[in-house]
């Protein structure tokens, strides 16, 4: 049980420190040009990331895995291609994973 | 920058119509005595944030369930008040579960919550105020809310953020304890394809808000394909902030501008005015 409440109090704490540190150091005055540029470009860089980490998962063999999340959000970037809004595109995502997992398992 | 942003669209087009009403994005009084429960930006934070909310509680259900076991009743309540982030807590419960330790257990929960790093800093430039302040905004930070209030050519509504945020904490805990107590009211969340419900939208705000054509777009696409590159090769957590590096092609950029007129009316188009 101490290894819990270990494992909860240090995350808590890194947890936090982390939250705090890009707005401390860099937050509340205006950055040098070139800064400025590349941390403009992290939002784009990130968000993309989100969208490949939460969409693949990593198959037993070790490979880049397609499953029924991955079928889900790819029929939300069809929605979205085609000039879909980000509603209708949440919603396939969410029924079409739903659907195939009920076919497939 | 416009009034409504394409990121904001996207974002009212999942809450409806009744959002739209709305002030510029610009001034939210940041620097004055107003109270930020009166600020339109957080109350169209608070009302974006609500669909999210309905789905923490069932992935914090999910989460009570998982944990029970592993750590009794009280500490995976403490957990998700005091970390509210819920990939590491999930990252962390399933390495003690399997009898990894604190050690292993930190350092996976560390890693998934490393990403606040990068995201902080791509915040930071959009949030003034004394640096405790700035620290509190940052506490502010979960994916969803964060993407959400990105506004395009790097910069943030924070008071948008905080109102996003909001009504997904009390429902992570609430439903963290329901899951404890009551046990599996809901069954398999995943069966409901909650868990493309993030990507989809984080997708969606990048399809209408991020990907402006030229380095924007070059840094979204790189970043995917770092973050592809690595999820088979490293431990959860590290492809995300990776493809930070990504962002670094806005140093060619500033170095381009500094040597022929394209590069500056580039830089001057697409990462709007530098302060």
Sequence with gaps: MTAVWVTIGVLAVATAAIRASGPVL???????????QVVGLLAPALLAALVVVETFSVSAGGGLEVD?????????????????????????????????????? | MPPVSPAALGVRALIGPAAIVTAPPADHGQNGRMLITRDPAFREGVRAGLPFAAAAVLLGISFGVLAEP???????????????????????????????????????GVLLNARYGPMGVALAPSLRGGARKRAAIGQAMIDFSWAAASRGRGSFDPVFMIGATLPSYPCWVAGTAIGVFAGDLIGDPEALGLDALFPAFFLALLVEGELRPGRPAVAAGLGAAIALALIPLTPAGLPIIAASVAALIGLLAARGSAHGEKGASDGASESGPVP
């Design chain 2, 70 to 108: 592993v750590m009794g009743q009280v500490a995976p309540i403490v957990m998700s008040a005091a970390l509210f982030a819920g990939a590491a807590q999930f990252a962390a419960t399933a390495v003690l579960a399997a009898g990894g330790g604190a050690v292993a257990a930190i350092l996976a």
């Design chain 1, 68 to 105: 029924e999340r991955t079928l889900g959000v790819g029929a939300a970037g069809i929605v979205l291609a085609r000039g879909g809004s980000a509603l209708p595109a949440v919603a396939i995502a969410a029924i079409v994973t739903a659907v195939a997992r009920a076919l497939l398992s």
């Design chain 1, 26 to 36: 860099l937050g509340g005055r205006d950055l040098p040009a070139p800064v400025h």
